[in-house]
């Protein structure tokens, strides 16, 4: 299991990361789960979009 913080697999020193967190509720507002993700940003484009 990994510590909270902890990012698995090899990771440089100083390398930037991107950190998503994502809550979900059930529908009375009460959550259900967390999840946090790390990107490494020298691995994988980000791309930004915009909708109106």
């Known amino acids: 299991m ?3 913080g902890e990012v698995k697999g090899q990771v ?3 390398e930037p990361l991107l950190k998503w967190l994502q809550k979900s509720y059930l ?3 009460r959550a259900f789960e967390w ?3 790390y990107y490494r940003i ?3 484009p980000i791309k930004e979009a915009i909708v109106l």
């Open 42 to 44: 020298t691995k994988f």
């Open 35 to 37: 999840n946090e993700t």
């Open 27 to 29: 529908s009375g507002g």
């Open 2 to 4: 990994i510590a909270k």
């Open 12 to 14: 440089e020193e100083k």
